[in-house]
């Protein structure tokens, strides 16, 4: 059966390695629920730190599912002795046992480098001695529950000490690692060519790998360079299905990792050339570098496939709020309205918000007098936001306001009073905005206007009780062509380079700022802030909670719409948590709105739209299905997987495509979408569903589909799609 056609049958598509290599059913088939059982086993041990009584500055850091052994020797350095993945017994760093014994051994690779004034410095030895000598190792406490290491390092030939952390996670088949760098010299010392995770890993011999990148979906040869859109890389052994995802946190397009050679090896890291990472290190002062992690899977083995493991690892570790947040229900009013609402428009609309059951009304830009100022536009709110705010809070919803960081007015009083803090470009001359508007400036988040931003938007939640911010506008670099980065002197960086990263920590700053006065708050750091169209990564997690990751068009029936905004979920759904993504710009009013209300469920909730358009009918519609989910969301645990059904690597008019959100006890939603087919029915595979017996429920139809085992849904089941509607949502309950 041909790539094509196997896809067509939609008996597959649970993940990408599926699509392109058949079903595990079929080849792997899993119906005992002894391995289950001993994956829940597992996950249920502790994390934990141990030193090796046995050999001196052994350390061996795991949980239930992965460990990996560490190790420092006088004249070998720090490196990685062994990269276990404990359900399987596969070591990463060995070579495949069917080599001769003396080939087996563990090859050593940097564990981390970098250059400091030029001088190349590795954890492991390069040379005949190492570049290291050990002061001593410190093991902590971590949340959630996990354990970490410190290892510190002082340099032989540089004024440099080298914090080394490795974390671990109860659960989590995950090893967490990043450095810190501290100089502890007289002098300025100059960073670059920073990789923070080296190892030679290796899930086969090189004929044998596979890869995925652009989140570890898209099949790419194993010599590659990952970059912006490459969060998450798959390597995959398809023989076994056992494999590894290497996640890179570093910030946008800071973000470089190397697959080193022919499936040699890899190589987390900052980038060197299209984005360089620079950074001068004062006398004492200490740069922490982003995080690197690498979680091993095997791909159809229960809650070992990544469909379950990465979603449960992301959205409890990496979510600003953790796996205990459920996602509000969000308007907005950017689509039909752009600029031209007013107090009028938004009073005619809260009321119908209200009743569909949204949770937070934001209004996008035009609410305020000018960029970088607080003021709001009187011609359009005569009576301020605060009608506006008792409006909303009366009816059990809350405001949320867009707000840009970086570009001001020409007219704001930051820009009087600070034109210095301007980004210049490589001309010299002040960089404006080409979007809104040419009078805009861009200001450099690695200045002191920082701060200013910071405070004006904490002042902008404390005064409106804003629950949600949506913050907006270019950056380090523009989503639609403009240059990056910053070329003036008398900022807080030496050059060019070091702006690139230097901008990229003044988001984190004014975020970290932000949480501080007001722990609550979401905040929304959308695609053009981050500079890239769509883009979403853990770097952005680590600095806000969500990320309005694109602008579909939607103001018709025949626009791009929710087919493409799905396309945009399925791709990052693997890699990323799916709810933080909040898809622009789903209009509730755009037919059909189930086909809306199905896409947006499968993300953070999010619809625009003119709602004074729909019928009473359709409010009422959209009233009891949203009080349907937000009922379900509270009472099961969505945030544990998600497998996308069908045709989904890219969804067209002449097949089904889908999605499962599931809970680890097997309940939650399976939604499928007929697009502009006349089927009546769809074959469903999950093969990795749990053991058990489930109850399901049509909430198009409130009628009863039927009973399933577990192990019929993980050898595939026929569904059917009601004939009046676009869409089919399931609810699976436990009978």
Not at 238 to 247: D, F, H, K
């Amino acid at each position: 059966m041909n790539r094509r056609s196997f896809l067509l049958t939609g008996t597959a598509g649970l993940a990408t390695f599926e699509s392109w290599f058949g079903s595990p059913v079929e080849r792997f088939p899993l119906q005992a629920n002894d391995d289950e059982n001993e994956i829940f086993r597992s996950a249920l041990e502790p994390a934990y730190i141990k030193n090796d009584p046995e050999q001196r500055w052994r350390w061996l850091i795991g949980n239930g599912l992965v460990e990996r052994v560490v190790r420092f020797s006088d004249h070998q350095g720090l490196y990685t002795e062994s990269w276990r993945h404990k359900l399987t017994g596969t070591d990463f760093l060995m070579r495949p046992a069917s080599l001769p014994q003396q080939n087996r051994e563990g090859r050593r690779a940097a564990e981390f480098v970098f250059q400091a004034d030029g001088a190349r410095l590795t954890g492991a030895a390069h040379g005949p001695s190492s570049d290291f000598t050990l002061i001593d190792a410190r093991i902590k406490s971590l949340e959630p529950k996990g354990k970490l290491l410190e290892v510190r390092l002082r340099a032989a030939k540089k004024p440099v000490d080298v914090s080394v952390f490795y974390a671990v996670y109860p659960g989590h088949p995950v090893i967490r690692k990043w450095i810190s760098i501290t100089n502890h010299g007289r002098k300025t010392l100059r960073l670059s060519h920073l990789a923070f995770e080296v190892l030679a890993l290796q899930v086969a011999l090189p004929a044998g790998q596979s890869l995925f990148a652009y989140y570890g979906v898209h099949p790419r040869e194993i010599f590659y360079t990952g970059r912006a859109e490459d969060a998450a890389i798959v390597t995959l052994n398809p023989q076994t299905r056992e494999g590894l995802v290497v996640m890179n946190e570093a910030p946008g397009w800071t973000k470089r990792t190397q697959m080193v050679n022919w499936g040699d090896g890899v190589s987390v890291m900052y980038d060197t050339d299209l984005f360089p990472f620079e950074k001068s290190l004062a006398a004492g002062e200490t740069f922490t570098t982003a995080k690197a992690g690498i979680a091993c899977f095997v791909y159809g083995r229960g809650m070992a496939d990544p469909r379950w493991s990465m979603s449960a690892y992301t959205s409890n570790v990496l979510m600003k709020k953790g796996a205990a947040y459920s996602p509000p229900w969000v308007f907005n009013t950017w689509e039909p309205f752009f600029q031209n609402y007013n107090e009028e428009i938004v009073n005619q609309l809260i009321p119908i918000a209200a009743e569909m059951g949204f949770d937070i009304f934001t209004l996008d830009t035009g609410w305020s007098e000018n960029y970088a100022e607080n003021e709001v536009n009187r011609l359009k709110f005569p009576h301020g936001l605060k009608p506006i705010q008792q409006n909303l809070e009366t009816r059990s919803m809350r405001l949320g306001l867009w707000e840009p960081l970086a570009v001001v007015s020409s007219e704001s009083s930051v820009y009087r009073e600070h034109p210095e803090w301007t980004i210049r470009q490589l001309d010299g001359q002040e960089r404006t905005a080409r979007f809104p508007g040419p009078s805009d400036r861009v200001m450099c988040l690695a200045s002191p206007y920082r701060e200013a931003a910071a405070q004006r938007i904490i002042e902008l939640i404390g005064t409106h009780h804003l629950a949600y911010v949506k913050i907006d506008l270019t950056t380090v670099f523009n989503a639609y062509g403009e240059a990056p980065g910053c070329y003036a002197r008398g900022h807080d960086h030496a050059n060019w380079a070091e702006s690139l990263n230097g901008i990229y920590e003044g988001i984190q700053y004014v975020c970290n700022r932000i949480y501080h006065e007001h722990p609550d708050v979401l905040l929304d750091l959308t695609f053009e802030l981050w500079g890239q169209k769509h883009i979403i990564d853990y770097g952005l997690l680590d600095s806000g909670d969500l990320d309005w990751m694109s602008n579909v068009d939607d103001s018709s029936a025949e626009s791009a719409g929710p087919r493409q905004a799905r396309t945009l979920l399925y791709h990052r759904s693997m890699a990323i948590p799916v709810e933080t993504m909040l898809i622009g710009n789903l209009r509730a009013t755009t037919p059909a709105i189930e086909e809306r209300f199905a896409t947006t469920i499968g993300s953070a909730p999010l619809l625009l739209g003119d709602l004074r358009q729909l019928l009473p009918e359709q409010v009422k519609w959209y009233a009891e299905k949203i009080r349907w989910f937000k009922t379900l969301r509270r009472e099961i645990a969505l945030n544990e997987s998600f497998f996308p059904l069908g045709d989904w690597l890219q969804p067209t008019p002449v097949s089904w495509d889908g999605f499962a959100r599931l809970s680890r006890q097997g309940e939650g939603i399976i939604v499928l979408f007929k697009n502009e087919t006349d089927l009546t029915s769809a074959s469903v595979q999950i093969p990795t569903y749990p053991s058990g017996e489930y109850q399901m429920k049509s909430v198009m139809t409130e009628n009863s589909v039927g009973r399933f085992s577990g192990a019929q849904l993980r050898r595939g089941v026929s569904l059917p799609l009601p004939k009046q509607f676009k869409v089919q949502i399931l609810e699976v309950r436990r009978s």
